[in-house]
């Protein structure tokens, strides 16, 4: 799910619906501020929904930051209310906070790897793991499922 914002309605369509009356003519209209009950003092840009009042200084960029101010809603909140929050078709995933970064990530991958190695190297001469050594290993292979998991 994503915001389009092409599918933000019309702001005259979108302002009358609030129930505010547009007075005027041209590209920017007249009307009042509900922020600060002011009869007249907002002015609305018919033509990309921008907004400002003269009075008390609310002001605003589209629809959208009308609506989330007007209504005290969040930003995907709003969307959805506007019709602008639409399926882009990927599935939604939640981001998951990388534990390091890439390269630091490739480091620790490479040091267990060498651990692994020589703990085989050794078990090929005849020589047992010690228990700690075991611990050691399994320890090492957590940290490589925890960072392919991670980076997946
Ligand atoms: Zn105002």
Redesign the pocket.
Known sequence: MTFDRTKLPDPATYFDGEGLTLKGRGEWRTTA?T??D?SD??RINVRNGAWV?M????KGGDVLAYHMEAHGLEFVDTAKALGAWVDDGKPHREQKPAPLPPRAALQVIGFEATLAAVAAANVAHGRALTEPDRFRLLTAAARINRLVEAYA
Do not use: Q, V
């Open positions: 501020c922020f600060h002011g003092s907002m009042c009075a008390c200084g609310a």
